[in-house]
């Protein structure tokens, strides 16, 4: 499927910014990232998908599929 709409800030619940919040530090854990990092996500029916990570300098980095 293709992307139609774009809104950011997103209007999504606390609760659902909270888990991307966790998701995003576990992966800078994980890829042992410092600095600033951006991850992207959407917002499924079934929940948060990590569609990619990337540092400040725009590398993408290795994530799995799905949340944590």
Aim: charged share 15%; with cysteine.
């Amino acid at each position: 499927a293709m992307c139609r709409e774009m809104i950011a800030p997103a209007p999504i619940a606390s609760e659902i910014a909270a888990k991307a919040v966790a998701i995003a530090s576990e992966i800078a854990t994980v890829t042992s990232t410092t600095g600033m990092l951006a991850v992207e996500f959407f917002l499924t029916p079934e929940g948060l998908l990590v569609n990619e990570a990337r540092s400040a300098l725009g590398l993408s980095l290795p994530v799995g599929s799905g949340s944590p």
